[in-house]
């Protein structure tokens, strides 16, 4: 029914609109699979964004099976129908109480951030997650939201089963679902694209929604104002090629100091919240950005492709060609950012067009599978990796001692390969400014 949570939450946003502009409501996602949805949903309702955390209590012998959850504020509850019927002892329910609440409390300094709390006193409540099966974790999110003092709560799902509001009756004043199969098994069932939403997602999404950095109305071609005089440029595009015509995403602030193409690595997409939450930052430095897809849903398929760096970086030399020959646009000097492997792409397209590229950023990257072609490459080139990215580490490392170019290593400490930390993808946003900056 859906492709990812980003679509998802675009359907979902629609049956909502009636409170959209409305200055009592407040989106709030369930960490962690609901703050993608929750995201755009309050992005389409122009309505902030906070968390409620929620915790599900597992049966022991059965974790995925609810028998009850607890949020924030002492919040708990139980489904004694399931607890007596999985037997589960007075001293396995605490077991399991005092692990989850600690998880919770956890996630909760760690989401938050020192941020204050959205206040919820008179609001709308408008809770969002990826969907529900039990309705345990969103009824604990009513309680919540509740004692907060939200004057309405509104559940919001884009799946659920067909008998939800009867089961949510006593906690929301309205439920809204997109979708509701009469046989559900599970939530992921219904998604094309279920991985698991990391910690930094949710950071990310949250410092976005709370202004750092703002990310530009994904709903379609528009222009908005931003950036002093002049207005932000944002267009969903088709990027035609002789062989297939591939997705993309084009933001560019009034008159941009240049445009950065982001490739991402293997299993991602132009949706990819790391590079879409770096992607922000350099348009609030003044850069333009393009995100697409190397490849279509068809040949993503074949995972042959996903690693066939000749392919993707002939595909990127073609994108790249296409944006420079946009007569409407003032693109101006154009860098690379590279994720994992597509770094590798990259690096191969930059040697492919020389100084037409002016920097190459590589996050985490497999500058290994670039081959030879890596010493040909004459942009200067930065290389991003986790302290504790060790195998990472020791490629690009590799790497650099085989290019003749201008080339820099930066460690980000504590980090691993995809940059989860807190505080981590912030240091990658830093740095890549700098460096596009300086060359651009």
Known sequence: MFSDRVEAGRRLANHLLPLAGREDVVVVGLPRGGVPVAFEVAVRLRAPLDVIVVRKLGVPYRPELAMGAIGEDGVRILDRRIVDR??????QLEAVEVRERAELERRTALFRQGRPRVPLTGAVAVIVDDGIATGSTVKAACRVARELGAARVVVAAPVAPDDIEGRLEDFADDVVVVERPADFGAVGQFYADFDQTGDDEVVALLQRASGRPPLPDPTGATEVGGGGSGTWMHEDVRIPL????????????????GTVVFVHGSGSSRQSPRNRYVAAGLGQAGLGTLLFDLLTPAEERDRSNVFDIELLGARLTAVTEWLAGREDLSVGSIGFFGASTGAAAALRAAAELGPRVAAVVCRGGRPDLTGEVIAHVVSPTLFIVGGDDTHVLHL???????????TALEIVPGAGHLFEEPGALDRVLALSSRWFLRHL
């Open 86 to 91: 999985a037997r589960v002892t007075d001293q």
């Open 242 to 257: 002789p062989d297939v015509t591939l997705e993309g995403r084009l933001d560019q602030p009034p008159r941009p100091r």
């Open 396 to 406: 690009n490392r590799t790497a650099r001692g085989r290019m003749r170019c201008e």
